[in-house]
């Protein structure tokens, strides 16, 4: 079934309404529509994107991010998952306990930002 309406709007314009409440931090409104919506229409879809927006919400806090001026690209994420951590932990021949592995990563970050 096809929702014509969330959060007594139209669905395009709730759409537009929660991803601006996402950018400002404010997921857990999002997350309580989207659990009323699922429930009122027995939707396992919007069950599911609430249980995801609850589970990242510190993670789509974009607002946040930009004003401590940190990027929220997940292109400079990946890329620096490759171009940092993966140089560092897949070197041929090494294994690492996953105890020491943060330790190792943050030697890594030290080193590659120059300080």
């Not at 669905?11 to 404010?26: D, H, N, P, V, Y």
């Not at 943060?102 to 030697?107: E, T, V």
């Amino acid at each position: 079934m096809e929702l014509e309406q969330l959060g007594g709007l139209p669905k395009a314009t709730w759409i537009q309404s929660a991803l601006s409440r996402l950018e400002r931090g404010e997921a857990r409104s999002v997350v309580a529509e989207l659990r009323c919506a699922a429930e009122q229409n027995k939707n396992e879809i919007l069950r599911h994107e609430a249980d995801y927006f609850e589970r990242n919400q510190d993670a789509v806090a974009y607002q946040k991010y930009r004003d401590h001026g940190w990027s929220t690209a997940s292109s400079e994420i990946e890329s620096g998952h490759r171009s940092v951590v993966q140089v560092r932990l897949k070197l041929p021949g090494t294994w690492w306990h996953p105890d020491n592995v943060k330790n190792i990563l943050a030697l890594r970050m030290i080193k590659v930002n120059g300080w």
